[in-house]
């Protein structure tokens, strides 16, 4: 038996979203930047696809440029604001996916801009006051803060957050690879700026993704060479991706309801069965459903003589799940999110991520696995 609970990392594609993406590869192969009636027809396929995912997040179609990602829209985010906005500092904070930290440390590294870190909360969430007192002493910065941690699945209040970030006149950008097709978001009702989108996280394709930009800024080309994008990104755009992008977009928000309460309903059954199965078990970030992601739970495993080989054993059993982030995988160095919480060395993590497809049987199976692992070193 084999059990997929990596979802996070990225979730299998949805039939719909195939057979929209391999009909458009038979039907609609001009190039979107011809003039000719082929190049048209792609163009409006495209178009049509921008209008559709503003809508998801009540957003102009103006304001979504198409990316290969979240990592690129973050780059965007985060780059552009430096170059073509005038922004000084950057607040964020030391758990952000690495395409925010990592681009914000070489800008700083490069003296462009001041990076400063914001204080968390003990499950991982932004400290309110600490981020406030931080944008008043720096008006005008850029707020970087994703929507929920993608390795422990604590999520921050984006409201609060574009209050805080209108009352000083700061830029606010968010990472939302996580919660997009997962939360109802809108960018008007948060005060966001920015917004960054991956299709692959909610059962679209790899490869594409979405930048929201609102229309009020204006920047320059941070990939030059053609005029796409509106003159923000130059290359020949995906189109088969984009079209699968939004057909994912469309499949979660039509099933979202029912999609949150069956996967919160699972994530609930592994925390009571872990409980009940592996003692001195804990979980990284917040598990309360009004304050956590329904699709990520870290489980912290107690010290053990095979924390170096437990995702592996785990895997020869047929069991999928993460150390964390899956961009960490193969790294040396371990987590910056569980350094960032002084979660204890120890202690080895596993992100569990679900899917409408999993079942608790699929449950039933992984933690069985896991207790059979750990007999071996630990008393359960």
């Given at each position: 038996?084999?059990?997929?609970?990596?979802?996070?990392?990225?979730?299998?594609?949805?039939?719909?979203?195939?057979?929209?993406?391999?009909?458009?590869?038979?039907?609609?192969?001009?190039?979107?930047?011809?003039?000719?009636?082929?190049?048209?027809?792609?163009?409006?396929?495209?178009?049509?696809?921008?209008?559709?995912?503003?809508?998801?997040?009540?957003?102009?179609?103006?304001?979504?440029?198409?990316?290969?990602?979240?990592?690129?829209?973050?780059?965007?985010?985060?780059?552009?604001?430096?170059?073509?906005?005038?922004?000084?500092?950057?607040?964020?904070?030391?758990?952000?996916?690495?395409?925010?930290?990592?681009?914000?440390?070489?800008?700083?590294?490069?003296?462009?801009?001041?990076?400063?870190?914001?204080?968390?909360?003990?499950?991982?969430?932004?400290?309110?006051?600490?981020?406030?007192?931080?944008?008043?002493?720096?008006?005008?910065?850029?707020?970087?803060?994703?929507?929920?941690?993608?390795?422990?699945?604590?999520?921050?209040?984006?409201?609060?957050?574009?209050?805080?970030?209108?009352?000083?006149?700061?830029?606010?950008?968010?990472?939302?690879?996580?919660?997009?097709?997962?939360?109802?978001?809108?960018?008007?009702?948060?005060?966001?700026?920015?917004?960054?989108?991956?299709?692959?996280?909610?059962?679209?394709?790899?490869?594409?993704?979405?930048?929201?930009?609102a229309n009020h800024l204006k920047i320059h080309a941070i990939i030059t060479g053609g005029g796409q994008e509106r003159n923000t990104r130059a290359g020949t755009e995906n189109i088969?991706?984009?079209?699968?992008?939004?057909?994912?977009?469309?499949?979660?928000?039509?099933?979202?309801?029912?999609?949150?309460?069956?996967?919160?309903?699972?994530?609930?059954?592994?925390?009571?069965?872990?409980?009940?199965?592996?003692?001195?078990?804990?979980?990284?970030?917040?598990?309360?459903?009004?304050?956590?992601?329904?699709?990520?739970?870290?489980?912290?495993?107690?010290?053990?003589?095979?924390?170096?080989?437990?995702?592996?054993?785990?895997?020869?059993?047929?069991?999928?799940?993460?150390?964390?982030?899956?961009?960490?995988?193969?790294?040396?160095?371990?987590?910056?999110?569980?350094?960032?919480?002084?979660?204890?060395?120890?202690?080895?993590?596993?992100?569990?991520?679900?899917?409408?497809?999993?079942?608790?049987?699929?449950?039933?199976?992984?933690?069985?696995?896991?207790?059979?692992?750990?007999?071996?070193?630990?008393?359960?």
């Amino acid at each position: 038996m084999r059990v997929y609970f990596d979802n996070a990392a990225t979730a299998p594609m949805e039939e719909e979203v195939i057979m929209a993406m391999t009909t458009t590869m038979r039907e609609v192969y001009g190039n979107p930047s011809a003039s000719h009636s082929l190049g048209r027809a792609a163009k409006g396929v495209i178009e049509n696809c921008r209008k559709q995912v503003a809508g998801f997040i009540n957003a102009k179609a103006s304001e979504i440029y198409f990316t290969s990602g979240g990592t690129e829209a973050d780059n965007m985010a985060v780059r552009c604001a430096v170059k073509d906005l005038g922004v000084k500092t950057i607040i964020t904070s030391p758990i952000e996916h690495k395409a925010v930290l990592e681009t914000a440390k070489e800008l700083e590294k490069q003296g462009s801009v001041k990076c400063l870190m914001v204080d968390l909360n003990p499950d991982g969430s932004v400290n309110l006051l600490h981020l406030d007192d931080l944008a008043t002493a720096n008006p005008g910065s850029l707020i970087s803060l994703m929507h929920a941690n993608n390795e422990i699945g604590t999520l921050n209040d984006l409201e609060k957050i574009g209050i805080i970030s209108k009352s000083h006149k700061c830029l606010f950008h968010s990472d939302t690879v996580q919660t997009m097709g997962h939360l109802n978001i809108d960018v008007k009702t948060f005060g966001i700026d920015f917004l960054s989108c991956s299709a692959h996280k909610f059962n679209g394709p790899k490869g594409t993704g979405f930048l929201f930009m609102a229309n009020h800024l204006k920047i320059h080309a941070i990939i030059t060479g053609g005029g796409q994008e509106r003159n923000t990104r130059a290359g020949t755009e995906n189109i088969y991706g984009i079209v699968g992008l939004a057909k994912a977009m469309e499949i979660a928000n039509r099933n979202m309801a029912d999609d949150h309460a069956k996967i919160q309903f699972l994530k609930n059954y592994l925390i009571e069965q872990v409980q009940k199965n592996i003692s001195d078990i804990s979980f990284n970030g917040n598990i309360i459903p009004e304050k956590s992601l329904y699709t990520v739970l870290s489980v912290s495993i107690p010290p053990n003589d095979l924390n170096e080989m437990l995702l592996f054993m785990l895997d020869l059993e047929g069991v999928c799940v993460s150390g964390g982030s899956a961009c960490n995988s193969g790294a040396a160095k371990g987590s910056h999110v569980l350094e960032a919480l002084k979660v204890p060395d120890d202690r080895v993590a596993l992100r569990f991520s679900f899917n409408k497809t999993n079942t608790t049987k699929e449950i039933d199976y992984a933690v069985g696995k896991l207790r059979q692992i750990l007999q071996n070193s630990l008393a359960v």
